[in-house]
């Protein structure tokens, strides 16, 4: 990997912007993602981005990857926050801690949904920490497990708040820990991931995180219509581009087979896809 800067002038860590159970969860998290496999990261958050408005968009390939962004994060010195489920936020124990990190909250689907993308649009807009958002909605149900087509959000956000996107590339995190279940409705439903998880230390996956330039989206309006959409597939073609030499040996297929995936989805971004 090349490319690797740390910006530890510029780092986010150690202040007093950062909440205290926010700064122990990401130690915590570091110790876990180290433990699990070896973190790899190229690319850079530039220092005139730093302490300032910034949108960061990622692809989803497993339900470990946000632990491996936030590893990723924090060794060039940045804390993120998430755009999280209103569920997670209300969650028993782990919801008090979350709300307390400064995350920002999405309720999709609900009456207040307009309403709270504009409130989102504005806590961007004045926040002085990253946020990291997932434009797909979902883990990547394509074969190849290249990003799916996704939805205009991200980029609606970016355009409403006027703030920088960053697009970050990843891959080797679906090794870590199985896809599963959609939905968890007992026990049984979390042994798959269970045994993978437990297994990760032994196999020690390589995670490769590669922060991108800023996307150029200064040629769309928010207002003016299709400049959504045109956005969204702006950024979802740096994050695709970035992901290709992390995956140059596993062009087509992952090496790693998870046969709780589902595989039912296509990526109009992969290579060849004639995007």
Known sequence: MVGLRH????SEQGNGRVPLVWRTML??????????GRLRVSGHVPASLRGRPLLMAANHIGVFDAFVLMAACRRIGLAPRFMLAGGLLDAPVLGPALRASGHLRVDRGSASAVGQFTQAAEALRTSGVPIIVYPEGRISHD???WPERGKTGAARLALSSGVPVVPISQWGAHEAVY???????????????A???????????????HFGEPVDLSAFEPSRPGDAVKAHARIMRAITDGLVPLRAAEPDVPRFHDPTRPTDGNSPWRPGAGR
């Open 7 to 10: 910006d530890r002038g510029s």
């Open 179 to 193: 896809w599963g279940t959609e939905t968890v409705t007992g026990p049984a439903d979390l042994v798959p991931l």
């Open 143 to 145: 074969p190849g497990l």
């Open 195 to 209: 045994r993978s998880g437990f297994t990760a230390p032994w196999r020690r996956p390589p995670f490769r995180v």
């Open 27 to 36: 130690a915590v998290d570091q110790g876990l993602v180290n433990l699990a």
